[in-house]
């Protein structure tokens, strides 16, 4: 099962990209721009004539486009004649499948080493990336339950920071937020980030309710509850606090927790 940790490290090797292009553009401007070289109202010319800079730049586009044709061009005829042979085009498809409906493209690419064949890549060109994307945020799951259970608790402390302070109970999560200007007040007291006071937190939406009419003194309570902004993806299991600030939690299909749900210990 793949994890975000693939998609960055994916995300990281299309900016060493990006960072290795942009160097290669630096080099080819800073080369038409010296005396003897090309200028903007020179004839075009070919990629090859156009001195290292330029064919620099084309090969890293090319590869890490990962665009096959394009970077032979830039092979000289031995290497060509041998990168021909390490790159396989192939298809992957079900035993079952007689009408090709579950067919892959892939390219396999082999080296020589040490007087063997050895895989050096397998390149997919058709990928279900909307179910590899359900997959990586299920592996993650876990992690967003245990930030719900953090967020509620964080949310406890600020509400009762806010009734020793202002002996009563905030109105609604704004008034535990950071203010957005000048000092803390009983409008925004700075308990709690931004987001928080938003009802929102990683993947989780953050209810909060007074319980009974009234707001004042130490008797007044109230009841959180954490529940999945999408349901299986960003958590399955939806978290509730009762006014005596027992933890409960349970699969509730992305609705909200009660004090009925198993607690939590």
């Given amino acids: 099962m793949k994890s975000r940790k693939s998609r960055i490290r994916g995300q990281a090797f299309f900016l060493s ?132 259970i953090d967020s509620l608790h964080k949310v406890a402390g600020a509400v009762e920071a806010y009734r020793n302070k202002y002996l009563r109970l905030p109105e609604s999560l704004a008034n535990l937020g950071p203010p957005l200007h000048g000092a803390a007040n009983g409008e925004a007291a700075g308990f709690l980030d931004s987001d928080l006071a938003n009802g929102m937190k990683n993947g989780y939406a953050i209810r909060y309710v007074i319980v009974g009419a009234s707001t004042l003194g130490a008797p007044a309570k109230y009841e959180l509850a954490a529940t999945p902004l999408q349901y299986g993806r960003t958590g399955r299991r939806s978290f509730f606090r009762d006014s005596n600030g027992a933890l409960h939690a349970a699969d509730r299909r992305g609705a909200v927790g009660s004090e009925a749900d198993p607690k939590v210990e």
């Fill in 17 to 148: 990209c990006a960072v290795l292009l942009a160097a290669a553009s630096a080099i080819s401007q800073e080369s038409s721009s010296k005396p003897g070289g090309s200028s903007a109202s020179a004839p075009s010319e070919t990629t090859n004539s156009g001195g290292p800079s330029a064919a620099l730049k084309v090969v890293l586009s090319a590869a890490c486009s990962q665009d096959q044709t394009e970077f032979v061009r830039f092979l000289t005829i031995r290497n060509k004649e041998a990168f021909s042979r390490m790159f396989l085009p192939m298809e992957l498809r079900d035993a079952t499948d007689t009408t090709g409906a579950s067919v892959h493209q892939i390219t396999l690419g082999l080296v020589r080493e040490d007087g063997e064949w050895k895989l050096l890549s397998l390149g997919l060109l058709l990928l279900d990336l909307p179910a590899l994307e359900v997959e990586w945020d299920s592996a993650e799951i876990e992690a967003t339950e245990r930030n719900a």
